[in-house]
């Protein structure tokens, strides 16, 4: 597992599929490339509150990530994960559930 770290690789991510979630939007994009391992990032906006508020939010997503993308994500693919205002008003576990669904979704529409 990768972490994307540039513009470009945000905006190319950006124009793939959007699953909404009430605590976050996830982003899967198909890379065209052979390599097989799976891009993350994460991205929170001023939006969401102050840096604590946000770095909270980062910390959260991470550790979702760290348990779920092994087991459901999409080899090949970038994933990044957009917080939400409020997202860090929401159980963990609730979250977690919220992840493997948009996972789930985002695994039938590329296998389409």
Request: some cysteine.
């Amino acid at each position: 597992m990768r972490t994307l770290s540039k513009r470009s690789e945000f905006l190319a991510a950006n124009r793939g599929l959007r699953f909404p979630m009430p605590g976050f939007v996830l982003l899967v994009r198909q890379r065209d490339d052979a390599d097989d391992a799976m891009g993350i990032g994460y991205t929170v906006s001023k939006k969401v509150g102050n840096a604590v508020t946000r770095n909270r939010m980062k910390r959260r997503l991470r550790e979702l990530c760290r348990a779920a993308l092994p087991e459901s994500g999409i080899s090949g693919a970038d994933h990044v994960l957009i917080g939400r205002p409020g997202g860090n008003d929401i159980v963990f576990a609730e979250l977690g559930e919220q992840l493997n669904s948009a996972l789930t979704r985002a695994a039938k529409k590329l296998a389409r």
